[in-house]
């Protein structure tokens, strides 16, 4: 089993093939936090509960025994507020009485093979019931009657655990939820650099990397959505870790609304990590009897350096996040109007492009922005999901019909949480969008957001979709997110529960996802919010690709998609190849490999050698798909160190087949490049596709390949293919 219980030490030991995770019942029931790190073979880390130092200042607890113990300084598991712990709170409750001191201690547990769902939030899942084993842990402030059951999953063979916690009032009065983090973890020393990923529209998952200082350092969102700005992610670095050496822990947050992550290194130099919900702008009024649950968060740990915690998550999220039949088959390659037309098309020219589409080898066209009701620009029509039959020719049936008479797939855009101002829907109802009574509400792309805390809006909004999609055979929709959050308040909640809007809608999302893939359970749901503004596990659940950017310059892709695979894998990254200024086709579409491949322009206008170029693009896609959706990715050169050059490579998990990638970025003033592979087996020899070169997979990894740089121009690229020859 992989989670044990020593009930005579009372510690609990929580073990994957590599790591392991230590907790105890100490005195008067405080679950001490002892161990997180590489795999240690037995439970005896008692010692550990000490962070060490006098806790002098600190207050104590009049029943325990041990005069060390503080919750001041203590590492602890699950923190409550103003009860002796100074540091930032994982829990904290307003109670019936008006104030919040909340200290939440062991009552007993369970352990059981298999993984619980959540309800109304996604999480990772189990297919059967060896795939993981569940801790439970119920925690109970005795003054209150609050509980808190601490749930903790171990994905044995795969290096990661996940948390969460279920709040249940089990007293008779109101209280009122002020922060529930869905992991806490104290670490006995601060010898870390802290990652994150911050970025902005067309410049999404930037790596930042930040030593640990006394104090709190955190990211957060607080605009409605995960957001460009911050992704839920971050890791827990050793100092000067790299790729390949050092321990790093990801966390990663199944939340798509207002999220929060926070190191912060104490008195003691200890440090707290924390990771959930953002309490700014969030409160939740629970009744006697009435359960919260809190989002999940992932935990990756590496002891193999930072590259192995990014295949950790990927090969996490490949089997375990991403669901449905799209989880194993081949995606449709697609290609969307979006960049080659704007709203500005009509019918006839997207049968032209699924015509030319059709002669290159793609699968499947996807009408963006622009086929429903008065929507010719962005300033009016959200919400009016109703088919502009002028603009199609004809009935949508009829168009999709001549597109699928072709022998390619269809795909339509939605963006189901907006509303246009200037739309028959607004007009209809105006308390229908998210907003505060007698406040202007802020404008953003000439659109609100709905309320879909409200359920009649949702079956409104599900309602006009579900009709749509029933009209004819659609494979793909496209799920839009263009603006934040701003002015929350719900006209259907009463004041004492307008904190609850901002989660509410997000419930709301999901709700409408989960409605969407039950009813379409075949339909492939790509995420996008402006790009990657809502590139997150809890968008994952509902849809296994997401638009990684708007931005489809090669180069500037680089470090969205090198900083995107700190923990998502490419078999989620949308990735196509547009008729932007920069770079030929070649390094377009050797950039674009990397993920769920596709065209975002005009087939028409391509020339005769441009066609050559795709149609060999299309069957590299083919040949390509299993090593890179499903293999393990090596970050060789990163454009975050080096400005010259990206070099990237995927390995199946037989490590019989590679494929490696070099973009030039500037030309290198050396006369040629060593680019050394990683993941191979040593003793096995590859054969380079491109030259019929036999090499081993020592000399590979050891010595590198050569490539002179006669050819090598800014922007220039290349791909090469190894397999694995029989001696
Ligand atoms: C933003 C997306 O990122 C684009 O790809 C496109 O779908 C537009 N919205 C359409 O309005």
Redesign the pocket.
């Known amino acids: 089993m992989s989670i044990v219980f020593d009930s005579e030490k009372k510690i609990f030991k929580l073990d994957t093939a590599t790591s392991s995770y230590i907790f105890q019942i100490y005195e008067q029931d405080y679950l001490v936090h002892l161990y997180y790190g590489s795999k240690i073979p037995d439970n005896n880390v008692a010692g550990l509960k000490y962070r060490g130092g006098f806790p002098s200042f600190s207050p104590n607890n009049i029943n325990v025994q041990d005069w060390m113990f503080s919750a001041d300084v203590t590492p602890l598991e699950y923190s409550g507020e103003g009860t002796g712990d100074f540091r930032t709170a994982a829990f904290a409750v307003r109670n019936a009485d008006g104030n919040n001191s909340t200290d939440v201690r062991y009552k007993s547990h369970k352990i059981y093979k298999g993984k619980p769902a959540i309800d109304g939030l996604p999480s990772l899942y189990v297919e059967n019931d060896d795939e993981a084993t569940t801790l439970e842990v119920l925690t109970e402030d005795s003054v209150t009657g609050v509980q808190a059951v601490l749930y903790y999953t171990v994905f044995e063979n795969l290096g990661a655990m996940t948390r969460s916690v279920k709040v249940i009032n089990a007293s008779d009065k109101t209280v009122e939820i002020e922060r529930v983090m869905s992991t806490c973890v104290d670490y006995h020393t601060h010898d870390y650099e802290m990652l994150t990923l911050y970025g902005r529209w067309a410049k999404e998952r930037s790596l930042e990397r930040r030593p640990l200082a006394h104090g709190r350092q955190m990211i957060s969102s607080k605009r409605g959505s995960s957001s460009h700005h911050h992704n839920p992610f971050a890791a827990i670095v050793d100092k000067g870790a790299t790729e390949d050496y050092g321990c790093a822990y990801g966390y990663n947050l199944v939340y798509s609304g207002n999220h929060l992550f926070e190191a912060e290194v104490n008195q003691f130099a200890g440090t707290r990590v924390i990771m959930g919900i953002n309490p700014d702008s969030f409160g939740w009024k629970l009744e006697p009897g009435a359960e919260f649950n809190s989002p999940e968060a992932v935990m990756v740990y590496s002891d193999k350096g930072i590259g192995e915690m990014s295949r950790i998550f990927h090969r996490l999220y490949n089997k375990h996040l991403i669901r449905g039949k799209w989880r194993d088959i081949k995606r449709p390659l697609l290609i969307?109007n979006?960049?080659a037309t704007?709203?500005e098309f009509t019918g006839d020219q997207l049968v032209t492009f699924a015509e030319r589409a059709k002669e290159l080898g793609i699968d499947m066209l996807v009408m963006?922005?622009?086929w429903f009701g008065d929507r010719n620009s962005?300033r009016s029509g959200l919400g009016d999901w109703q088919v502009n039959e002028e603009k199609l020719g004809g009935t949508l049936a009829e168009f999709v019909n001549k597109i699928k008479a072709l022998g390619i797939k269809f795909g339509i855009?939605y963006?189901p949480e907006m509303i246009s101002r200037d739309s028959n829907l607004y007009r209809a109802h105006p308390d229908w969008c998210i907003h505060v009574p007698n406040r202007e509400k802020s404008i953003a792309?000439h659109q609100y957001v709905l309320d879909y805390s409200r359920e009649d809006v949702r079956d409104y909004i599900f309602g006009e979709m579900k009709k749509v999609l029933s009209t004819c055979k659609i494979d793909y929709v496209?799920w839009?997110f263009?603006r934040n959050l701003t002015e929350v308040g719900s006209a259907a909640l009463p004041a004492d529960r307008q904190k609850e809007v901002f989660h509410r809608f997000v419930l709301g999302t999901y709700d409408v996802m989960n409605r969407l893939t039950k009813e379409f359970p075949d339909l492939l749901i790509e995420n996008?919010?402006?790009?990657?503004?809502r590139f997150d596990p809890g968008m994952l659940y509902f849809s296994p690709q997401i638009?990684t950017?708007?931005n489809t310059d090669p180069i500037e892709r680089l470090t969205i998609q090198f900083g995107t695979s700190m923990c998502y894998p490419a078999s989620t990254m949308g990735a196509h190849v547009s008729a932007c200024r920069r770079t030929g086709y070649d390094t377009k579409g050797n950039v674009a490999l990397w993920g769920t491949f596709g065209y975002?322009l005009d087939p028409n206008k391509f020339t005769d050698a441009d066609k050559r170029i795709v149609k060999r693009q299309v069957k590299e896609y083919h040949k390509y798909y299993d090593v890179i959706h499903f293999g393990d990715l090596y970050r060789l050169i990163s454009p975050f160190d080096n400005p010259k050059r990206a070099a990237w490579e995927f390995v199946s998990e037989d490590k019989n087949e590679a494929l490696l990638t070099v973009v030039t970025i500037t030309r290198p003033e050396d006369s040629a490049i060593f680019i050394k592979l990683k993941g191979l087996d040593p003793d096995k020899y590859y054969m380079d596709d491109e030259t019929d070169e036999v090499y081993s997979g020592a000399l590979l990894m050891n010595a590198g390949l050569c490539f002179p740089n006669e050819d090598i121009s800014d922007g220039a690229s290349f791909v090469r293919y190894f397999k694995v020859i029989e001696n």
Request: hydrophobic content about 15%; glycine content about 24%; proline content about 0%.
């Open positions: 969307n979006w960049e704007g709203m963006d922005d622009g962005d855009w963006e792309r496209k839009d263009n996008c919010s402006g790009g990657g503004g638009w950017s708007d975002e």
